[in-house]
């Protein structure tokens, strides 16, 4: 094997990529998104770990939402993750999935109607930006550990999965938790902390910035709620399941000091409980959301109080004979009907100024990824290219050499047939003998002539050729000098896009810190917005 052989080989090794994709996904254009930056993706079927490394996903920088439908991917892995690094809203509901890959770039994921058993997360210690997580109809039987790395999740819903113990205290680690829910799970028992050896049974847990609780439709018969820190808590959902008290009546509820709205319907209360807890709710002004049918109390020989079905269990009064307040009931629920409709104004228009941010925020990314990733999908089809041209020329080369080899052993056939031809037992005739020695030596000198023509073209063409080579090898490096540019670049832009994530937090903290609740000034303020349009104005400090 010749030297230019070894080097053309050696090149091919180092600049040939490992694989090629045999399927490309592309965004379909055919429905407009409700955000522009989404990009629709139809039937990705991935079932093995060859189908992943063979699956390649063409959209341009400016999708930052992704939405995949009528597929199925079992496995969504760690290698497929690594296709979508500017991916930050994922959607994979009903794709069949089993196990699911959370990386740190994600604000948004829905996973909902699956069968995911398991999640993986990025690295120990790598900060994730997730804000909501809805898994909700899936088959986790336990609360996934999520640490003390999603500090920004703020929304999460684990409905219809298979969990029949939960310890609150998996979720102390979600420091901006503001929604959890725990419907249709199953639930036997709901405890503060999960139970150790060397731990009290009911321990203390915080939840500080916690707004909404559902541990609506499971089989639970008591809560204890004594050690549930929730100062922030709004609603508190506890319909549809077997309970018959609350194991703090102490307070009844009244350690909930935000709390505006429950919903309780559906159980086995004990009437001497619930008269308690209606009357706490009465002076608080905490509305109720929901109410058992009568024909329940009637079919169960249930009494009603409020609405709320119970089993009578030594009523001593009824809640009227306890109530100081009279014919101020009507003032209280008119003053919190006004409570409702400036917090529900408030809501709204937090929620369009954040979903304007949001957007506004996609595009800036978008605006500033585009022309990075054009640039890099040039470099990368140019280096296809090149890489393409090497290996016919390395092509050609092999085949030019094995012609010059079967040349060569035909050559060497040659003279060996004409070395025994002048080594036989010479005729009789000299004459004879000289013309066929004559003639030996002229074919000989023919045969070394055209070898010699083939040598010289193939030391020529091997020149040439290694000179390209050369060519090729000082290109390739030019562009992946370029792609390192570029990829700084793009690290630039990142840092860039992670300056006005924060600058998007902040407006929003400024928002929820600058409009206070109960003002009426504020009250009046909302009110006037939904007739026209209002703007914050903040000095930012460099």
Known sequence: MTITRILALMLLSTCAPASYALVTYRCDTSDTPVI?????????????????????????????????????????????????????????????????????????????????????FASIGVEHRLRSLRLDDNELSSVPLFGQSFNELKYLSLEGNRLEQVALDSFTGLGQLQSLSLARNGLIVVEPTTRAPARAIYQGVQLLKLKHLSLASNRLITVNISGWEMPSLVSLDLSNNDLYLLLDEAHQLSQFGALLEVSY???????????????????????????????????????????????????????????????????????????????????????????????????????????????????????????????????????????????????????????????????????????????????????????????????YETSERDKRIRRYGERIDHLEDQLAEAQQQENSLHRRAGDLTVRVDDAYRVIEEVIPRNSKEMYDRVRASRFGAYSYQMRRHG
């Open 265 to 459: 319907a559906g159980n086995d209360w004990q009437c001497a409980w619930l008269s308690e807890a209606q009357l706490v709710l009465r002076k608080r002004g905490i509305a109720v959301k929901d109410a058992d049918p009568a024909a329940r109390c009637d079919r169960e020989q249930m009494k009603s109080l409020d609405g709320i079905c119970c089993y009578e269990r030594a009523l001593d009064q009824e809640l009227n004979d306890k109530d100081p307040f009279g014919s101020r009931w009507e003032q209280l629920n008119e003053l919190r009907r006004r409570y409702e409709l400036v917090q529900y104004s408030y809501d709204q228009v937090e929620d369009a100024d954040l979903n304007l941010i949001t957007e506004r925020g996609h595009d800036l990314r978008a605006k500033l990824m585009g022309p990075v990733a054009q640039d890099q999908d040039e470099i990368k089809r140019e280096l296809v290219r090149l890489r393409h041209a090497l290996d016919t020329e390395t092509a050609q080369l092999e085949r030019l050499e094995e012609r010059i080899e079967r040349a060569v052993i035909e050559l060497g056939q040659s003279i060996d047939e004409l070395h025994e031809r002048a080594v036989r037992p010479k005729p009789t005739l000299d004459a004879v003998r000289q013309q066929t020695i004559g003639d030996s030596i002229g074919r000989i000198k023919t045969s070394i002539e055209s070898l010699r023509r083939k040598v010289q073209n193939y030391v």
């Open 36 to 120: 522009k930056a989404t990009c629709l993706v139809r039937d990705v079927i991935l079932g093995t770990v060859a189908d992943i490394e063979d699956a390649s996903f063409s959209f341009d920088m400016r999708y930052v939402a992704l939405t995949m439908v009528n597929g199925f991917i079992p496995d969504f892995t760690r290698q497929l993750a690594r296709q979508f690094p500017q991916v930050q809203d994922l959607t994979v509901d009903a794709m069949g999935i089993r196990k699911m890959y959370i990386w740190s770039n994600l604000e948004q994921l829905s996973a909902r109607n699956n069968s995911i058993r398991a999640l993986d």
